[in-house]
């Protein structure tokens, strides 16, 4: 699927690939889901992956608050850089490591759609014109929401489908 470059294909990608990644989820038993995955990988299991895509849902929200108020959000976070991402990451899975499956699901699935209210709130030019918020510097606010849902879907679906190998 190509980069979407307006709002309804933004809406249409972010819904086909949470879609694909729900059916791909919900074809796997309770147990199934409980899996873990082979060492190596931060997201152990399936829980793991949607309470880090519920968790970037939030962060995402919280820059879109504070960048449209007018103030330049902490981006990834106080304390972090884009550098170290990793480490970020690490703390996502530390604050959610306790959740239970079923809460990280319907979390994720509110969170979904909270970020589908605010695409659809913005026109095609408020979304993919680069410059145009202070907050997002040389990019456009489609960018990262675009990060923030598809692109985030599609690397979520294919890690686990390889974790669960």
Known sequence: MPRP????????ASEANYKRLLDLIDSYSADEVNTEFAPGTL??????VLAHLHEWHLIMQGWYKTGMAGEKPAMPAEGYTWKTLP???????????????????ASFQQSHQQIQQIISSHTDKELFEKKR????????????LISNTSSHYDWAFKLIKKGMK
């Open 133 to 144: 918020y202070k907050w997002t510097g040389s990019t456009s606010l489609g960018a990262y």
């Open 5 to 12: 470059t307006s709002k309804q294909e933004l809406l249409a």
């Open 87 to 105: 480490e970020f990451n690490r703390e996502v899975w530390k604050k959610h490591k306790e959740m239970a499956y079923d809460v990280a699901k």
């Open 43 to 48: 997201n152990r299991n399936i829980k793991d």
